[in-house]
T-cell receptor, first 111, second 117 residues
Framework: SQQGEEDPQALSIQEGENATMNCSYK?????LQWYRQNSGRGLVHLIL?????REKHSGRLRVTLDTSKKSSSLLITASRAADTASYFC???????????FGTGTRLKVLA | DTGVSQDPRHKITKRGQNVTFRCDPI?????LYWYRQTLGQGPEFLTY????????KSRLLSDRFSAERPKGSFSTLEIQRTEQGDSAMYLC???????????????FGPGTRLTVT
């Protein structure tokens, strides 16, 4: 499969806790993005990190990138019930227009 | 609403029939993508257009699949002689280059859910 892998596949936490999900990819990348998908709003872009960056923040989101390990992580702090969704990483590489999505982490935040 | 729209939202068809889906991207977005997503998986890239030119097509796409974007605006995805394995959500996304950056945020449509019986 061309897809990247994410772990865990599913995560259940209490509201207010932090959620961490990881993504591994297979080829050298230009950029890596994280998307959220729920039944109400479809797929929504959350945050981007470029290959020469190691960490990026946006609100309650923190993304890290380790190109030597071909992995990225997404941390959601102070989770809310509204964060319940599936989260996907997507990477782009030089010489192609493809976005390669991971298999996703299903996050459930319990109120 | 100026988001990406897709039509129809649901399609049920019998095996062997042809189906066509439409995607209307955000106005003036010159990049358009088609993806297929099955239950429990991430979206799988199918094809990409820049304006009216189809610049990349997945090897996953068999000859039964064809996509067009005739005037660089809306796009259609046709599946001929549908098979049960074609049952999936078909997603369209559009984006526009941001000056000075090599990344384009994708805006996704709600998808067309295809069921082949």
């Amino acid at each position: 499969s061309q897809q990247g892998e994410e772990d865990p596949q599913a995560l259940s936490i209490q509201e207010g806790e932090n959620a961490t999900m990881n993504c591994s990819y297979k080829t050298s990348i230009n950029n890596l993005q994280w998307y959220r998908q729920n039944s109400g709003r479809g797929l929504v872009h959350l945050i981007l990190i470029r290959s020469n960056e190691r960490e990026k923040h946006s609100g309650r989101l923190r993304v890290t990138l380790d190109t030597s390990k071909k992995s990225s992580s997404l941390l959601i702090t102070a989770s809310r019930a509204a964060d319940t969704a599936s989260y996907f990483c997507a990477s782009t590489s030089s010489g192609t227009y493809k976005y390669i999505f991971g298999t996703g982490t299903r996050l459930k935040v319990l109120a | 609403d100026t988001g990406v729209s897709q039509d129809p939202r649901h399609k049920i068809t019998k095996r062997g029939q042809n189906v066509t889906f439409r995607c209307d991207p955000i106005s003036e977005h010159n990049r358009l993508y088609w993806y297929r997503q099955t239950l429990g998986q991430g979206p799988e890239f199918l094809t990409y257009f820049q304006n009216e030119a189809q610049l990349e097509k997945s090897r996953l796409l068999s000859d039964r699949f064809s996509a067009e974007r005739p005037k660089g605006s809306f796009s259609t995805l046709e599946i001929q002689r549908t098979e049960q394995g074609d049952s999936a959500m078909y997603l369209c996304a559009s984006s526009s280059p941001v000056m000075g950056q090599d990344f384009w945020e994708q805006y996704f449509g709600p998808g067309t859910r295809l069921t082949v019986t």
